[in-house]
């Protein structure tokens, strides 16, 4: 009895799942497989039909969920041509609303992402610190081992990572906002998604996608978790500062705004993490918060950073990981969080 009620799931693991009309041809796919038991092996129906019911709605929801090609992905069988590690590659994102002239993104694909037809997969974009490149999270961040050791767990599933250029330049520091400094918030809210969607096939549901990245890279997520809720309603922040700077906080708000008026620090308390969040509330964001513990000057703003953002009714958790400010945190952060972020995001659901 167990050989012909492993050959019956197998045979409907196997039927592609189409998504213009899924629930007909798994419904189908079930009656056929049922009929032809109840006409064979009559006793074993009840023990059969339940079998071969679960097969056929784990098929259903993993084609609604990522649209993974086959039914036996769903029962943990992963095509057998999966490769054994994603891949990387790069790409040009224009600022084509925001003006921002950013330079080449590092876009990490996992192996599911080969499988045709493709998964819809999350995404997650990540920034780095400054000055940096974005080839500093796969070289000293290990990105892509990390995602591919996630992958190997999940039959090949993980996000697809998008690091993308939030500075412009080695050097430069726009501060992450739309100022004098150029658009930067923009390209990342506006620019960096709308690319994302058009050019990868990838998820266009706002709840799959997430933004994270290291101390500058960590103020910037946060940033754009609070004034892009919609875009980015989760956020990974590493060793981020409380607010964006570029020296003194007068000195900040003229670099962006051209002088330290009133109205220009209204206009940087309006795009300020710790000011929005005082004025605003967030229900429908989680972010997780890391900091290293001998980071004495980042580790109390991000402490600082996650108590307003709980204040602020956001779904929010912090860490503490051993070192300072530097990669000995950030890689290992990554590392920590994939699984939540993956889970936030919808990933495994």
């Given at each position: 009895?167990?050989?012909?009620?492993?050959g019956?799931?197998v045979?409907?693991?196997?039927v592609?799942i189409?998504?213009?009309?899924?629930?007909?041809?798994?419904i189908?796919?079930?009656?056929?497989?049922?009929?032809?038991i109840v006409?064979?092996?009559?006793r074993?129906?009840?023990?059969a039909?339940v079998?071969?019911?679960i097969?056929a709605?784990?098929a259903?929801?993993?084609?609604?969920?990522?649209?993974?090609p086959?039914?036996a992905a769903?029962l943990?069988?992963?095509?057998?041509?999966?490769p054994?590690a994603?891949?990387?590659i790069?790409?040009?994102?224009?600022?084509a609303?925001?003006?921002?002239?950013?330079?080449?993104?590092?876009?990490?694909?996992?192996p599911?992402?080969?499988?045709?037809?493709r998964a819809?997969?999350?995404v997650l974009?990540?920034l780095?610190?400054?000055?940096?490149?974005?080839?500093?999270?796969?070289?000293?961040?290990h990105l892509?081992?990390t995602m591919d050791t996630y992958?190997?767990a999940?039959?090949?599933l993980?996000?697809?990572?998008v690091?993308?250029?939030?500075l412009g330049?080695?050097?430069?520091?726009?501060?992450?906002?739309?100022s004098?400094l150029g658009?930067?918030?923009?390209?990342?809210?506006v620019d960096?998604?709308a690319?994302?969607k058009?050019?990868?096939q990838v998820?266009?549901d706002p709840?799959s996608?997430a933004?994270g990245?290291y101390?500058y890279?960590g103020?910037c997520?946060?940033?754009a978790a609070?004034?892009?809720?919609?875009?980015?309603?989760t956020?990974?922040?590493?060793?981020?500062?409380?607010?964006p700077r570029r020296g003194?906080?007068a000195?900040?708000?003229?670099a962006?705004?051209?002088?330290?008026?009133?109205e220009?620090?209204?206009?940087?308390?309006?795009v300020a993490p710790?000011?929005?969040?005082?004025k605003?509330?967030f229900?429908?964001?989680?972010?997780?918060f890391?900091a290293?513990?001998?980071?004495r000057?980042?580790q109390?703003q991000?402490?600082?950073?996650?108590?307003?953002?709980?204040?602020?009714g956001?779904d929010?958790?912090y860490r503490e990981?051993?070192?300072g400010h530097?990669m000995?945190?950030w890689?290992?952060?990554?590392e920590?969080e994939?699984g939540?972020?993956s889970s936030?995001?919808?990933?495994l659901n």
């Amino acid at each position: 009895m167990v050989d012909w009620i492993h050959g019956a799931l197998v045979d409907l693991a196997h039927v592609r799942i189409d998504e213009s009309a899924p629930l007909v041809l798994t419904i189908a796919a079930v009656a056929a497989i049922v009929s032809w038991i109840v006409c064979h092996r009559r006793r074993a129906i009840g023990v059969a039909a339940v079998a071969v019911t679960i097969a056929a709605c784990a098929a259903q929801l993993n084609a609604n969920v990522l649209g993974y090609p086959t039914a036996a992905a769903a029962l943990g069988h992963p095509p057998a041509t999966l490769p054994a590690a994603g891949a990387v590659i790069e790409a040009d994102i224009p600022g084509a609303v925001s003006g921002f002239r950013a330079r080449p993104a590092s876009i990490y694909l996992p192996p599911a992402y080969s499988v045709d037809p493709r998964a819809r997969l999350p995404v997650l974009v990540l920034l780095t610190g400054q000055p940096g490149h974005v080839v500093d999270w796969f070289e000293g961040g290990h990105l892509a081992r990390t995602m591919d050791t996630y992958a190997a767990a999940h039959d090949g599933l993980a996000p697809v990572v998008v690091v993308a250029d939030g500075l412009g330049d080695t050097e430069a520091n726009p501060m992450c906002m739309d100022s004098n400094l150029g658009n930067a918030f923009t390209y990342l809210s506006v620019d960096v998604p709308a690319w994302t969607k058009a050019h990868l096939q990838v998820s266009e549901d706002p709840h799959s996608w997430a933004i994270g990245g290291y101390s500058y890279g960590g103020t910037c997520a946060l940033q754009a978790a609070v004034l892009a809720p919609t875009v980015y309603p989760t956020f990974l922040d590493i060793s981020g500062e409380d607010e964006p700077r570029r020296g003194t906080r007068a000195e900040s708000v003229t670099a962006a705004f051209g002088d330290d008026s009133e109205e220009s620090k209204k206009r940087f308390d309006a795009v300020a993490p710790l000011e929005v969040m005082a004025k605003r509330t967030f229900p429908a964001t989680a972010g997780a918060f890391v900091a290293g513990s001998e980071d004495r000057e980042f580790q109390p703003q991000v402490l600082r950073a996650y108590d307003r953002a709980v204040s602020s009714g956001m779904d929010a958790h912090y860490r503490e990981l051993p070192g300072g400010h530097s990669m000995d945190v950030w890689a290992p952060a990554l590392e920590d969080e994939v699984g939540w972020l993956s889970s936030r995001m919808g990933l495994l659901n």
